[in-house]
């Protein structure tokens, strides 16, 4: 008997090939390889560096909501739920695994785990907001109803990270876990001063995550503004927060097809940046399982 696991990796799995099948039957695979040849060594290796900088930025923001632990383990489970995200059924699973692996012994469970949500809501934050203002800046190609959705999402995320406040005090009947869960986002959205440091870092982390996209698209020949590349790749993470693929294979060749699209770039050029992308993905997982494999040692 396969588990529950093994079931719905291969249904992941299975959306992630029709997927790409269905985008990658309808282009001249010739042109993807010719687009991917042309990113040089160098701007290979100088991305690569800009993407583990910027997921050291990710470490770095949530050192600011848990200001008591060591950067180097903040930034060394980052990775590992980079690798979790990739392995699992999606990203929020990733940061789930981040939470339980964050808990030392005698550590309120709660409040670790209230500390990565609040963290996680505020990178949301951060990359809808930049992206709606994106799309306000330049909406030239995309859909008219884009930046009112995504500033619809804004209110929504926002709306979500305050929600404990509605309640000024939670009654001592919760004393149980999901009661000290509960009180510690309520003490973290009562805390603006690493509320507003966790949302301005999450921003300057979206930012770089834009300036590695845009510096491999610019690489393969691809011209766009800055403000087109900072609402594409948002929109795309967006896209990728959905957990029905196996490390977004498939969902993100079909969404920079579409969202590439609008601004006039060839669905070849954009599926070779989607591969790209693929690459640095499983780069920044292996970087995580050798992350939590010396970390299992220790």
Same mark, same amino acid.
Request: aromatic letters at 8%; proline letters at 5%; hydrophobic letters at 60%.
């Given at each position: 008997?396969?588990?529950?696991?093994?079931?719905?990796?291969?249904?992941?799995?299975?959306?992630?090939?029709?997927?790409?099948?269905?985008?990658?039957?309808?282009?001249?695979?010739?042109?993807?390889?010719?687009?991917?040849?042309?990113?040089?060594?160098? &701007?290979?290796?100088? #991305?690569?560096?800009?993407?583990?900088? $910027?997921?050291?930025?990710?470490?770095?923001?949530?050192?600011?909501?848990?200001?008591? @632990?060591?950067?180097?383990?903040?930034?060394?489970?980052?990775? !590992?739920?980079?690798?979790?995200?990739?392995?699992?059924?999606?990203?929020?699973?990733?940061?789930?695994?981040? =939470?339980?692996?964050?808990?030392?012994?005698?550590?309120?469970? #709660? &409040? !670790?785990?209230?500390? !990565?949500?609040?963290?996680?809501?505020?990178?949301?934050?951060?990359?809808?907001?930049?992206?709606?203002?994106?799309?306000?800046?330049?909406?030239?190609?995309?859909?008219?109803?884009?930046? =009112?959705?995504?500033?619809?999402?804004?209110?929504?995320?926002?709306? #979500?990270? *305050?929600?404990? *406040?509605?309640?000024?005090?939670?009654?001592?009947?919760?004393?149980?876990?999901?009661?000290?869960?509960? @009180?510690?986002?309520?003490?973290?959205?009562?805390?603006?001063?690493?509320?507003?440091? +966790?949302?301005?870092?999450?921003?300057?982390?979206?930012?770089?995550?834009?300036?590695?996209? #845009?510096?491999?698209?610019?690489?393969?020949?691809?011209?766009?503004?800055?403000?087109?590349? !900072?609402?594409?790749?948002?929109?795309? +993470?967006?896209?990728?927060?959905?957990?029905?693929?196996? $490390?977004?294979?498939?969902? @993100?060749?079909?969404?920079?097809?579409?969202?590439?699209?609008?601004?006039?770039?060839?669905?070849?050029?954009?599926?070779? *940046?989607?591969?790209? *992308?693929?690459?640095?993905?499983?780069?920044?997982?292996?970087?995580? =399982?050798?992350?939590?494999?010396?970390?299992?040692?220790?």
């Amino acid at each position: 008997m396969w588990s529950n696991r093994s079931v719905i990796f291969a249904l992941k799995f299975g959306i992630s090939a029709a997927l790409l099948i269905f985008v990658l039957r309808r282009l001249d695979l010739g042109a993807v390889g010719e687009a991917l040849s042309r990113l040089t060594p160098e &701007t290979i290796l100088v #991305a690569a560096g800009l993407y583990l900088l $910027a997921h050291g930025l990710n470490g770095v923001k949530l050192q600011v909501l848990m200001a008591d @632990r060591p950067l180097k383990d903040l930034v060394r489970y980052t990775f !590992v739920a980079l690798y979790y995200g990739t392995v699992l059924p999606g990203q929020l699973l990733g940061d789930a695994m981040k =939470a339980y692996r964050l808990v030392r012994p005698g550590d309120d469970g #709660a &409040t !670790v785990v209230a500390a !990565v949500v609040v963290d996680k809501i505020t990178g949301l934050v951060a990359l809808v907001l930049i992206t709606g203002l994106a799309l306000l800046i330049d909406p030239r190609g995309f859909p008219n109803a884009f930046p =009112a959705l995504s500033f619809a999402l804004l209110a929504g995320l926002v709306l #979500a990270l *305050l929600l404990p *406040l509605v309640v000024p005090k939670f009654p001592n009947v919760l004393d149980n876990a999901l009661g000290r869960f509960l @009180r510690a986002w309520h003490a973290s959205a009562r805390d603006w001063g690493p509320l507003f440091g +966790s949302l301005f870092t999450g921003i300057a982390f979206q930012i770089l995550s834009v300036i590695v996209v #845009a510096y491999i698209g610019t690489g393969m020949g691809i011209s766009l503004s800055f403000p087109a590349w !900072v609402a594409v790749v948002g929109l795309v +993470s967006l896209v990728l927060l959905l957990p029905v693929t196996v $490390a977004g294979v498939g969902l @993100r060749e079909g969404g920079l097809v579409i969202l590439l699209g609008f601004v006039g770039v060839a669905p070849a050029d954009a599926v070779a *940046l989607s591969l790209a *992308l693929l690459g640095y993905t499983l780069f920044g997982a292996v970087v995580g =399982a050798i992350a939590d494999l010396k970390s299992r040692k220790s």
